[in-house]
């Protein structure tokens, strides 16, 4: 069965680069149509999609964060790695990863398998 | 890339029927369909309940049905059930560019 895990610190000082790792098994991010996406939810708002890793490690971001963001894999440790540089306390949020399923043209479907998402507050 | 359009807030009362809209313009909802609809409990991560407007995963109840109109998704759970009750947000694929755009949620309640 698929799941997803995410670590990081859960306390970073604004401007500093936070570096998230999600953590996978039941798949591989090697499979033709597999992707990991990232997406956070501040308290009490809506989620808000991040980053997403194809299979053959194309890489897509959101429009509004792009400059801060990267995403990599590592496919022999089932782990995909976030970074978000320039933190600042408005990223105060749960950050999850998710297992996607891909398109015939690389649309994303689906986010169907949830990591439990790790809680990044920013704060000095 | 704006945020999809949701009713913040639905309500029925037990076996009723409730369903919430999704709207968003013809870059998104209305020019694909990979529209995906998620529930979410208080402290808890989503969970899948329909994908691709209108399919729906193994596991989830047939109450839970999805579909479209144009720039509009809607999600409809019909019997409503107390576990029913949390937070749902729709999501759609939006170009090669900006890949999953969300709703801005809709919390539901069981009366």
């Known amino acids: 069965q698929i799941t997803l895990k995410e670590s990081g610190p859960t306390l970073v000082k604004p401007t500093q680069t936070l570096t998230l790792t999600c953590m996978f098994s039941?798949?591989?991010?090697?499979?033709?149509?597999?992707?990991v996406g990232w997406i956070r939810q501040p308290p009490g708002k809506a989620l808000e999609w991040l980053a997403f890793i194809y299979w053959d490690d194309d890489k897509r971001y959101s429009p509004s964060l792009k400059s801060r963001l990267t995403i990599t894999k590592d496919t022999s440790k089932n782990q995909v790695v976030l970074t978000m540089a320039y933190m600042d306390p408005v990223d105060t949020a749960t950050y999850y990863c998710?297992?996607?399923?891909?398109?015939?043209?690389?649309?994303?479907?689906?986010?169907?398998?949830w990591g439990q998402g790790t809680l990044v507050t920013v704060s000095s | 890339q704006s945020a999809l359009t949701q009713p913040p807030s639905a309500s029925g009362f037990p076996g009723q029927s409730v369903t919430i809209s999704c709207t968003g313009s013809?870059?998104?909802?209305?020019?694909?369909?990979?529209v995906s609809w998620y529930q979410q409990h208080p402290g808890k991560a989503p969970k899948l309940m329909i994908y691709e407007v209108s399919k729906r995963p193994s596991g989830v109840p047939d109450r839970f049905s999805g579909s479209k109109s144009g720039n509009t998704a809607s999600l409809t759970v019909s019997g409503l059930q107390a576990e029913d009750e949390g937070d749902y947000y729709c999501c759609s694929y939006a170009g090669s560019n900006n890949l999953g755009v969300f709703g801005t949620g809709t919390k539901v309640t069981v009366l």
């Open positions: 998710a297992h996607s399923l891909v398109g015939r043209f690389g649309e994303l479907s689906v986010f169907d398998y």
């Open positions: 039941g798949f591989s991010l090697s499979s033709s149509g597999v992707g």
């Open positions: 013809s870059s998104d909802v209305g020019a694909y369909n990979y």
